[in-house]
C-alpha cells in the first residue's frame, strides 16, 4: 500500500480505536483519538522506511521489527501504540496488497500476502484500506471489550488494551 493508504488507514483506525476504549463519545473519547492517533501514525509510517534503507517489504516489514516496538514501552515507558501503528501497516500491506510482506525476514525471504490484495496503483485500493480498517476496529473490539473476560489483566496491560 502507498503512504496515502497508511496513513488513511492509521487515521482511522485511531478513530475507531478512540470510540473503541472510550465509547462515550464526549471529550473522553477525542482526548482518546488525540492520544492514540499520532503514535499510530507513526508507526504505521515507519515500516516503508526500507524503501530507502534495505530490502522493501522485508527489512522492516517482519515480526522481530514488531517485537523491537512492543517491548519500547515495557522497558523504556515509551512508544506505547506505536506498535499498533507498525501492526495496522503490515495488515494493510497483507491484507490489502498483491505482493504481500517478508513476516520471518531476515530468517526467510518468502513473502506472505493475501488474495483480498490488489495493486497499490488500483483505485480499488482506498475501498480496500477502508474494509481492512473495518476489519480491524472489530478485532480491538473484540480485544477490549470481549476477550478481557478471558485473558489475564497482566497481559492485555503489556500490549495497553488495560489500565496499568
Ligand atoms: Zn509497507
Redesign the pocket.
Known amino acids: 500500500?502507498n503512504k496515502r493508504g497508511?496513513v488513511l488507514n492509521a487515521a482511522l483506525l485511531s478513530i475507531g480505536l478512540g470510540y473503541v476504549l472510550e465509547p462515550s463519545g464526549d471529550v473522553e473519547t477525542f482526548v482518546t483519538i488525540a492520544e492514540v492517533s499520532v503514535p499510530i501514525v507513526l508507526g504505521a509510517l515507519f515500516?516503508?522506511v526500507d524503501t530507502a534503507f534495505g530490502r522493501h517489504?522485508k527489512t522492516l516489514?517482519n515480526l522481530p521489527v514488531l517485537a523491537v516496538f512492543l517491548a519500547y514501552p515495557i522497558y523504556f515507558s515509551n512508544l506505547q501504540w506505536v506498535w499498533l501503528g507498525v501492526v495496522t501497516?503490515y495488515a494493510l500491506?497483507y491484507f490489502g496488497s498483491r505482493r504481500g510482506?517478508a513476516l520471518f525476514y531476515p530468517l526467510s525471504d518468502q513473502e506472505y500476502g493475501s488474495p483480498t490484495g490488489v495493486t497499490t496503483s488500483s483505485d480499488r485500493a482506498e475501498i480496500v484500506t477502508v474494509v481492512v480498517t473495518a476489519f480491524e476496529v472489530v478485532v480491538a473490539i473484540v480485544l477490549v471489550h470481549v476477550l478481557p473476560q478471558y485473558v489475564p489483566t497482566e497481559a492485555m496491560q503489556i500490549v495497553g488494551l488495560a489500565a496499568a
Open positions: 500500500m497508511h515500516p516503508d517489504r516489514h501497516h500491506d510482506i
